[in-house]
């Protein structure tokens, strides 16, 4: 293959990294951790913000901002929480600099210091609940439902550009309700948001389901989520969504009057996904040529390249297609006509590769004589001839079978690689050589869970909504059980 | 005046904080200087954002996003930039909490410190620019015309809602070019963007100009502005663009091969506007009724107040109004019909003239018989009877008559807040007893320009661009001037 990219046979880590790298989307920036998204992978961002902005409006959710900073006492306010996110935080200390006294540039003044020391917010449950007491007297202030597209810093010591990054860019959702039904029903609503998106414009097949405790966030009651396959057998977690019961209420003393005249503590979801789905849909759907990106999502949806060995042949192509691409922008669908001289068609054909432009077209002279034009689909590499009169119809059509094809290629990916195991050597067995999601029984404790992490570096990725039940033995302690979980290895 | 807000002649600056907490926009978090922006005032940024973002891309530009931290050291290569951001920086020197010996909550943990602090972005000319030098060869490599939306941080001391705050969410444009014209000419569309939007969006009258040295952006060689004025008679700079000449990218050594093959420094611009222009839009047009919004920036442009006495008169109201707000949709108006039983039709009145909602529209019993609707319009709280089959046509030239009438109305006022001075005496008296801007002659130094501003607190907003050049003196020292610029007292 060409481009410097790894092959995904070679070592798919190294595939990744190239792709990520030579496709324009991100890279390392010069502090630690943080990554520069450049222009073509913020394209997608933005596709995916104005998607899910969408659907959370239509569910009845409001954006709003908090502060970036979190003062460090609200942390500890909520047990767990703090348990789950202390380790990994950045801290402002002082909020002055000075001239350094041997006149080389500047240091920390040390009388700017803090009384009190402020967290870059990791996450924002502890100042959203602290301002939402402020927001909540009685019923009638219910539901909230809020929501924030922000940045977010967890000081994670091993980064990778979009999937684990000390600063990442989401969206999280934080909605206070009168009752636990209610909570527990937005919470389970935003999963079925998350798993429309995710499938539907991502062109990534999930698994709903819940996480068992030792997986779910840090100060949640039950935490749903949604799984996905990578290329390589590996799950990834696409998006989460938290009842989180009234933790964070009793943590910011958040209390209400309830239609029955009586206090009552307010109940609470937050979910959110983020730039890591990125990761996720490049991993999904991509090849050793580059990206694969799906219609609904990509920044470019059609590329039309002229071959042409002079302005004048150029001028009659460019006025062939005049009105074929502006059909095209009519229907919504954004196109790149890229007539550049100074860049030969080969390196052209493979650039839109690499950047994975769903459809080429290319005219040349001898289409013009012919009336037609070549097509080819960056999904299944095909090409075929087009009559002109029909071509923007034929291209809408073409668009919405490749999201459709590369949808259901990841599906029959996916369900080819769900096992199950009945012992503990099977399930070993199928992750070191096959990966995947093993379901396998579990006897249901956080200690047989964390001691099967220990051992093989898998984790319960989650228990599936209306998982069948059957009685079973643990696979790891023999114990009994009711259903199987879903084991695999993960990012 | 009802509400519980202050009114501007009893206090203007107490009616500006009631006002913008009383309609909602935003308060006060618990963390020092940081603002929570509530739903409806982060609506209204989101259709800033919106009509922004549009320019933006029409004028070529992209969006990327860059790290959140600056490595100390970055800041000091620049010797003017530092200097002028050195005082107010957020500094993060931790990377790690721990449990606190005493058991009690957590403290940061000593062993995890930061070989280098890191700044939290107080603006991102450095480190784009030392990213810039890996995406920069050759002048085929140029422009780059790059956008951020993105918070940032200035640790100021005093601070106010959407004014002045700690926090704040801006775009800053980062663009970098292989001639000095072109930058120039960047910096100048970018300007005349803003005022385009600030003028047509905002309704917000401005002056084009170019910052006296005092002024300027720290690290700038131009800094051009368009200064508004606020009805207490006082500036706002409402957008900057700077021209930064090599500074950036001699600091960071961004080099390039031009087209006859020799190495030169890139050529640099940014420019930005933040949440404080929701700042500017409230002094501007509000009154002591509440917000007075321009209709292009309206979260809510219309809002149908039926009034009724019972489900049945409820009933045949939403009928009636139902095809009249299908009308209003589609021609991509923003309706709310607001029928909620448990509020007084008063109560509505006073709180959607308080939200600065430009049209209202009320239907009773009474109107149904009639076929007619009462329309109020905010800005002038004027009222009229219109027939119902007229109705959608009525309200959408009504918006846009709003629209311009505010804005002519702030002209108005502005042009007749310019006055001259042609003495330090004249000078003072103006800015005392009647405030705006005073056109008057200054001898070019930055001597004099600090003198006054320690004498008078007042700044030279701009030099007008395209000033009138005349001779005078200059109304502190006397010594030969050619031409007025304005000053103000300034937010």
Sequence with gaps: ??????????????????????????????????????????????????????????????NAYFPLFIPKSFLSREAEH?????????????????????????????????????????????????TYKNWIQSYRDL??????????????????LFLRTAEFLWQEGHTAHATKEEAEAEAKKMLEVYADFVENFMAIPVIKGVKSPNERFAGAIDTYCIEALMQ??????????????????KAFNVQFLNKEN??????????GVSTRLIGALIMTHSDDNGLVLPPNLAPIQVVVIPIFKNEEQLNLIREKIEPFVKQLKEKGISVKVDDDDSKRSGW?????????????????????????????????????????????????????EIQK???????????????????????????????????AHWDGTV?????????????????????????GKCVLTGKPSKQRVLFARAY
Tied chains: 1, 2.
Excluded at 265 to 270: D, R
Excluded at 350 to 373: F, I, S, T, W
């Design 232 to 249: 390589d057998g590996k799950a990834l977690q696409a998006g989460t969504s938290h009842f989180l019961g009234q933790n964070f209420a």
């Design 447 to 471: 200690e047989t869970e964390e001691a099967i992490k220990e051992k093989i570096k898998a984790t319960i990725r989650c228990i599936p909504l209306n998982n069948k039940l059957e009685d």
């Design 143 to 160: 539901p909230i439902l809020c929501n924030q597209w922000a940045n977010v810093v967890r000081w994670e010591m091993r980064t990778r």
């Design 1 to 62: 293959m060409a481009k410097d990219i790894t092959t995904r046979s070679e070592n798919y880590s190294q595939w990744y990294n190239d792709l990520v790298k030579k496709a324009d989307l991100a890279e390392n920036s010069a502090v630690r951790g943080c990554m520069v998204i450049k222009p073509y992978g913020y394209a997608i961002w933005e596709k995916m913000q104005a998607t899910l902005d969408k659907m959370f409006k239509e569910t009845g959710h409001t």
């Design 262 to 271: 009586q206090l009552d503590y307010v109940w609470a979801t937050s979910w």
């Design 348 to 400: 052209k054909f493979n650039e839109y590769e690499l950047k994975g432009v769903p459809v080429r077209v290319v005219v040349g002279p001898r289409d013009l004589e012919n009336n037609q034009a070549e097509i080819a689909r960056r999904d299944t590499m095909t090409k075929e001839t087009v009559p002109f009169d029909t071509l923007a119809g034929t291209i809408e059509n073409l668009l919405a």
């Design 405 to 439: 094809n590369i949808f259901e290629k990841a599906r029959a990916f996916r369900d080819s690689n769900i096992r199950t195991a009945d012992s503990w050597d099977e399930l070993v067995d199928i992750l070191d050589n096959k990966g995947g999601f093993v379901a």
């Design 82 to 130: 703090v348990e789950g996110f202390a380790k990994e935080c950045a801290v402002i200390t002082h909020y002055r600099l000075k001239k350094s006294p041997d006149g080389n540039g500047v240091v920390v003044d040390p009388e700017a210091k803090l009384e009190e020391e402020l967290i870059v917010r990791p996450t924002s449950e502890t100042i959203i609940w602290d």
